[in-house]
T-cell receptor, first 111, second 116 residues
Framework: DQQVKQNSPSLSVQEGRISILNCDYTNSMFDYFLWYKKYPAEGPTFLISISSIKDKNEDGRFTVFLNKSAKHLSLHIVPSQPGDSAVYFCAASATGNQFYFGTGTSLTVIP | EAQVTQNPRYLITVTGKKLTVTCSQNMNHEYMSWYRQDPGLGLRQIYYSMNVEVTDKGDVPEGYKVSRKEKRNFPLILESPSPNQTSLYFC???????????????FGPGTRLTVT
């Protein structure tokens, strides 16, 4: 059973606008969440993370929001750039060594 | 250059023929892990290791073995591959805090395995 879900397989956004990628989880024991970006023919690369004691974490154009009561997190990219076109995975962990990934959302930023 | 390397990058094999996918990192990371990526299922963790001689099962360990005899290497062994193990495999490494706080993982480029 998928404990981390990304219900939107794909998303298209105009360059300069905001991209919002969503992730839902079922396990209330998860207390760390991470976002990874993946380009074709490459391994995923780390983007940003958040601990469950926070509700927001920001790094440049990337902001992650966590709503623990709704078991929902989202990644905001502002402004979106064509180089952001990639597959984005959210991941969750309760133990620090076991990780559960979502199915990914393919983001296309249109110039 | 800090990196995680995997070999081979592509492999086509037949059912039952034992194979090993190697993984090596040059960042002196304690933690290493294997994942498989399948369409519609995302990345799923197979095995992980917190340090030399310390390994544990991930979410989908059936049909796989691992060993961690040296800090830098973490090979994935398929003793009797089957077609349902056809997948894209990723090795990853990170620092290990010894607590519940995870560090970012650095992933290798992937190994595409086809079992016929």
């Amino acid at each position: 059973d998928q404990q981390v879900k990304q219900n939107s397989p794909s998303l298209s956004v105009q360059e300069g606008r905001i991209s919002i990628l969503n992730c839902d989880y079922t396990n209330s024991m998860f207390d760390y969440f991470l976002w990874y970006k993946k380009y074709p023919a490459e391994g995923p690369t780390f983007l940003i993370s958040i601990s469950s004691i926070k509700d927001k974490n920001e790094d440049g154009r990337f902001t992650v929001f966590l709503n623990k009561s709704a078991k929902h997190l989202s990644l905001h990219i502002v402004p979106s750039q064509p180089g952001d076109s990639a597959v984005y995975f959210c991941a969750a962990s309760a133990t620090g060594n076991q990780f559960y990934f979502g199915t990914g959302t393919s983001l296309t930023v249109i110039p | 250059e800090a990196q995680v390397t995997q070999n081979p990058r592509y492999l086509i094999t037949v059912t039952g023929k034992k194979l090993t996918v190697t993984c090596s990192q040059n960042m002196n990371h304690e933690y290493m892990s294997w994942y498989r990526q399948d369409p519609g299922l995302g990345l799923r963790q197979i095995y992980y290791s917190m340090n030399v001689e310390v390994t544990d099962k991930g979410d989908v360990p059936e049909g796989y073995k691992v060993s961690r005899k040296e800090k830098r290497n973490f090979p994935l062994i398929l003793e009797s591959p089957s077609p349902n193990q056809t997948s894209l495999y990723f090795c990853a490494s990170s620092l290990w805090s010894g607590s519940r706080v995870p560090y970012e993982q650095y992933f290798g480029p992937g190994t595409r395995l086809t079992v016929t």
